[in-house]
Structure formats: structure tokens, C-alpha cells
């Protein structure tokens, strides 16, 4: 009995080393495909100096009052993935004494997220029941 228990459970681990090493490589084989590397979205591609983009304004709070909570919570991390590509590429800049060519862009970032946390927490107090308003301010404040 211990034999026949020990041989299944053997079985059992050799088919799931199995099925995770194959799991690795198709990840593997994915990205390797892609060929895309995950830091490049840290740095903004360069345009042609014809070809610029133009850049917006910030979130008023007006408009941000009328999203749903699910939708400032993605337009808050695409504001930090933002954030976080210009203060990488200002720092790249900043160390080989080198120009930010749009330093204006980061202070519309930051109000706008700034701007969601003020709608966001306006809500948190406007909620009626006092577990869902904490639960609320605590993950505002997680933000």
C-alpha cells in the first residue's frame, strides 16, 4: 500500500513539472516573439521635429466628478505610468546634462492626480454608510 501510494504521488509531481515547465516555455516563447522589452515603456518614442505631438491640459475636477470610480481608478494609473515615464526620461537627461524638452507636461500630471484624489475623497465623505467611507478613505490613501 505505501509502494503504490508513493509510485502515485512520483507520477503526480513528474506530470506537474511537466505541465509547469511547459507553461514557462510558452511564456518564454511569447515574449521572446513580442521582442518588445517592458522598460521601453518608461521612455517616450522620439518624434521628428515636424511630427511632434501636442500635449493636453489637465483633468478639471468638474469633468473628473462625472467618471465612475472604476474609471478614475485606470485614469489614475495611466496618470502614474505617465508620471513615472517622464520623471524616468528627465532623469536620463539630467544626468548626461541634457535638456527635458517638455518639463510643463509633469506638473499637468500631477494636478490631475491630485484632482482624483480630491474627487475621490469628496465621495468617500459623502458616503452614507461610515464602514464603506472608511474602507474608501483607506484605499484613497493607499493611492
Known sequence: MFLSRFIGRTALLAAAKSESSAAAAAAAASTATSGSNPLEQFF????????????????KASELRLKSWD??????????????????QRQMLHAENLRFANPERIPKVRKSMCRIKQVLTERAIEEPDP????????????L
Not at 517616450?44 to 505631438?53: L, N, R, S, T, V
Open 131 to 142: 464602514r464603506r467611507s472608511a474602507e474608501m478613505k483607506r484605499m484613497i490613501n493607499a
Open 44 to 59: 517616450e518614442a522620439d518624434y521628428p521635429e515636424e511630427g511632434k505631438p501636442v500635449y493636453g491640459r489637465s483633468w
Open 71 to 88: 474609471d478614475l481608478q485606470k485614469l489614475w494609473y495611466v496618470l502614474l505610468k505617465e508620471k513615472n515615464m517622464l520623471m524616468t
